[in-house]
């Protein structure tokens, strides 16, 4: 089983809707990610945190803004989304100094 | 741009039989190299890491990599029908502080036929 925990594993909402993805690890790791991905695609990098601040930016749309509370904790807040943004987001972490990324199960997201 | 290449697919092979699936890279940079398991619908699960030139052997897996070529491959012994999946590919470079930044190949699906 993976120990990094997403929720919810399965999201749908509105375009005029405002929620969140969460992502929470408890191996010590001090760099967490989002990714995203589309059917039949790899998975694309949007953000990285880096000792709970943000690192990268790949250059992401505004209506998805992220949040590390915590080292442990990682938010993915979703505003005015549109349907094309319907994909699996992942997250994931890695230890300080280590090369290997650990990845959630994922969130399907619909947006309708 | 960092590019990493697999390639295509999809990928068929007997029941026992050895899946070969290959990854070039461009960027020289690169310093770790990761083959990803993805079942559909599921997330990437890592399967094996190499960060040295030569093979690695893990079970029935193994990877291969040539820095010199920047070229990694991945060969799957004995295949089974639970290996039907498709597989990524990964390579990392430093980023800031203690994240890593990892580009993903397009994947190879692979079908293993009983």
């Known amino acids: 089983d993976t120990e990094v925990t997403q929720t919810p594993k399965h999201l749908v909402m509105g375009m005029t809707n405002k929620k969140s993805l969460k992502c929470e690890q408890h191996m010590g790791h001090r760099a967490m990610y989002w990714y995203k991905q589309k059917a039949k695609k790899p998975p694309e990098l949007m953000f990285v945190?880096?000792?709970?601040?943000?690192?990268i930016n790949e250059s992401v749309p505004s209506r998805f803004s992220p949040e590390c509370p915590n080292s442990s904790l990682l938010n993915l807040h979703l505003h005015a989304l549109q349907p094309e943004d319907s994909a699996l987001y992942l997250c994931a972490s890695s230890q300080q100094g280590g090369d290997t990324i650990y990845f959630g199960e994922g969130s399907w997201l619909t947006v309708v | 741009q960092k590019e990493v290449e697999q390639n295509s697919g999809p990928l068929s092979v007997p029941e026992g039989a050895i899946a070969s699936l290959n990854c070039t890279y461009s960027?020289?940079?690169?310093?770790?190299f990761f083959w990803y398991r993805q079942y559909s619908g599921k997330s990437p699960e890592l399967i094996m890491s190499i960060y040295s030139n030569g093979d690695k052997e893990d079970g029935r897996f193994t990877a291969q990599l040539n820095k010199a070529s920047q070229y990694v491959s991945l060969l799957i012994r004995d295949s089974q029908p639970s290996d039907s999946a498709t597989y990524l590919c990964?390579?990392?470079?430093?980023?800031?502080?203690?994240?890593?930044?990892?580009?993903f190949g397009s994947g190879t699906q692979l079908t293993v036929l009983p």
């Open positions: 945190y880096s000792y709970e601040k943000l690192s």
């Open positions: 960027d020289r940079g690169s310093q770790s």
């Open positions: 990964a390579v990392t470079a430093i980023s800031s502080g203690s994240a890593r930044q990892l580009t």
